[in-house]
Nanobody
Framework: QAQLVESGGGLVQPGGSLRLSCAAS????????VGWFRQAPGREREGVAC???????HYKESVKGRFTISRDNSINTVYLQMDSLRAEDTAVYYC???????????????WGQGTQVTVSS
């Protein structure tokens, strides 16, 4: 049974950095597109970044130049490096795996449980 587990969230000051991890079991992430999504209180879940099976990447405009998605296929893990964090980045962050790199929720078949990121002084 496929399972995705996020980790690395926490409290960070504005301008700080965090690295989120998405570790998979029961599914080979190297054969899937993987996306990172986030959901702030009272808002819809939105796509932040995704990476294709051959390492092409796409980003939400507001995180370009600040966030970097990458994968380590040897340990079946995808990362989201987040730098220059802002208060508006505060949300629960989810990773997802599917057939297509997309900012659309419907493109993904497997989801993690989420990890909280809070950016505050």
């Amino acid at each position: 049974q496929a399972q995705l587990v996020e980790s690395g969230g926490g409290l960070v000051q504005p301008g700080g950095s965090l690295r989120l991890s998405c570790a998979a079991s029961g599914i080979g992430l190297d054969y899937h597109a993987v996306g990172w999504f986030r959901q702030a209180p009272g808002r819809e879940r939105e796509g932040v970044a995704c990476v294709t099976s051959n390492d092409n990447t796409h980003y939400k405009e507001s995180v370009k130049g600040r966030f970097t998605i990458s994968r380590d296929n040897s340990i079946n893990t995808v990362y989201l490096q987040m730098d220059s964090l802002r208060a508006e980045d505060t949300a629960v962050y989810y990773c997802a795996a599917g057939e297509q790199c997309s900012m659309w929720i419907q493109s993904y078949d497997y989801w993690g449980q989420g990890t909280q990121v809070t950016v505050s002084s």
